[in-house]
């Protein structure tokens, strides 16, 4: 099961949006580091959806911030 299926819906997420951060997940888990540019080639979407898709996931609280490898890198909060 989705871990985060219960927080993004109690967050309004729901849809497409739900849909792709299910693949972000199935694709990055808990082990990998992603960026913006990771999550336009993953989804195959612009650089604004992008964005927007990061700040869905980081106002729900399922991804957090990765210090020491530049700005915007993040990762899924185990």
Do not use: H, Q
Not at 27 to 41: P, S
Not at 50 to 71: D, Q, T, W
């Amino acid at each position: 099961m989705f871990p985060y299926e219960e927080v993004l819906e109690a967050n309004g997420v729901k849809g497409k949006t739900l849909s792709n951060i299910r693949n972000l997940y199935g694709v990055f888990r808990y082990e990998r580091i992603f960026g913006r540019t990771d999550i336009m080639n993953v989804l195959g979407i612009t650089s604004s959806p992008a964005s927007a898709l990061i700040s869905r996931m980081k106002n729900a609280k399922i991804i957090e911030p990765v210090k020491g490898l530049g700005k915007g890198r993040y990762r899924f909060v185990p």
